[in-house]
């Protein structure tokens, strides 16, 4: 696995990989946080949360990453795999900051109808993204 100092290298490069426009009102950034975040949904601590969008009106609006749940999860994956897995999140995480800003919810329903997958023991599909 690679260490946090190198996915907060590539995370910056995919972070350039997005229009100007995709940060209006993320006054907070994107974040790396070494924890591994479990879902509290998960039944066996088998559900991992990779980011997440967050909006505070104290801390504004801001994306977090969770190095952690990276690393339990993809630990054996090639680089290039990694990076791929980590810009799916990053940009399933940017649709949430932009269907916000919109005033929509597609995105919390699709992920909400997901965990209501799994609570019934049911393959949970690929995260969607921008």
Do not use: W
């Amino acid at each position: 696995m690679i260490t946090i100092e190198e996915m907060e290298q590539i995370l910056e490069e995919l972070a350039e990989e997005l229009p100007a426009e995709f940060y209006r009102e993320l006054n907070g950034g994107i974040l790396l946080l070494p924890e591994t975040k479990i879902s509290p949904e998960a039944k066996k601590n088998d559900l991992y949360t990779m980011g997440q969008y967050r909006y505070n009106p104290s801390m504004g609006r801001y994306i977090v990453i969770y190095y952690g749940s990276f690393e339990a999860l993809y630990a054996a994956l090639p680089t290039e795999n990694l990076k791929q897995k980590l810009r799916e999140v990053l940009r399933h995480e940017f649709t949430h900051h932009l269907e916000d800003l919109a005033g929509e919810r597609d995105l919390e329903k699709e992920d909400e109808a997901e965990l209501e997958r799994y609570r019934y023991g049911l393959p949970m599909k690929p995260i969607r993204r921008l």
